[in-house]
């Protein structure tokens, strides 16, 4: 199916990108912070189902049709920018479904869907992640062999990989939780989880 060879470049290539600060490694850092880890996984599930998505696009050459159609990338970028800055702007006020509340009965927290669907909008939404596998894919796929096991193979690593990437970005938030959460400062952790959810919104936006 694909050599060890091969497989021993593409894993470590591949760790490197996952394990740097991006969009989605930020975006679980947030929500492990306000929803904790065990929620934060119906984000990963929405995530991977997204680059799980755009990774096969690319690796089948699709990726090259939609980036030219530009404009709908603008658009899907500008409404999934938009929505992730007004939640930023909420939990930054101490408000709505995202942010950690101060009392008991401050309302239910986000829904599974609601977490997944910003998972995968924000895979699927940023133009630069169906560039990037368009340049990192090909070089491991080999001519000679049958793509679909191959990209299958490569797929399940890079989901494998980026699973555990953001359950590492997911934990680091849940222990700022914890240790900001012994003195009291609610207030201060959904300014910080606020002001990077801000940051994401607009890197999808206008990167």
Known sequence: MMSWATLSVFVPTFLFV???????????????????VKRTLWMMIGELV???????????????L????????VLFKWVGGAYLVYLGIMMWRSRGRMAIPSELNAGPPASRLQLAMQGFVT?????????????????FLDGER?????????????????????????????TLRNV??????????NR??????????????LG
Do not use: D, H
């Not at 996952?18 to 904790?36: D, E, F, R, Y």
């Not at 169906?130 to 990192?136: H, T």
């Not at 910080?192 to 936006?205: E, F, S």
């Open 146 to 174: 049958p793509l679909l096991g191959q990209l299958s193979l490569l797929i399940a690593v890079i989901l494998t990989i980026e699973f555990a990437s953001m359950l590492v970005y997911a934990t680091g938030g849940k």
């Open 18 to 36: 996952s394990l740097t600060p991006g969009m989605c490694m930020t975006l679980a850092m947030v929500l492990g912070m306000t929803q904790g």
């Open 123 to 139: 895979a699927v939404a940023n133009p630069k992640g169906w560039a990037f596998f368009m340049v990192l894919l090909p070089p």
């Open 180 to 189: 900001l959460g012994k003195s009291g400062n609610v207030r201060l952790l």
């Open 66 to 73: 939609m980036l030219r159609q530009p404009e709908l990338f």
């Open 50 to 64: 997204g680059v799980g998505l755009v990774a096969a696009a690319a690796g089948a050459g699709v990726a090259a």
């Open 192 to 205: 910080i989880a606020g002001t990077l959810m801000i940051g994401v919104g607009l890197w999808l936006a």
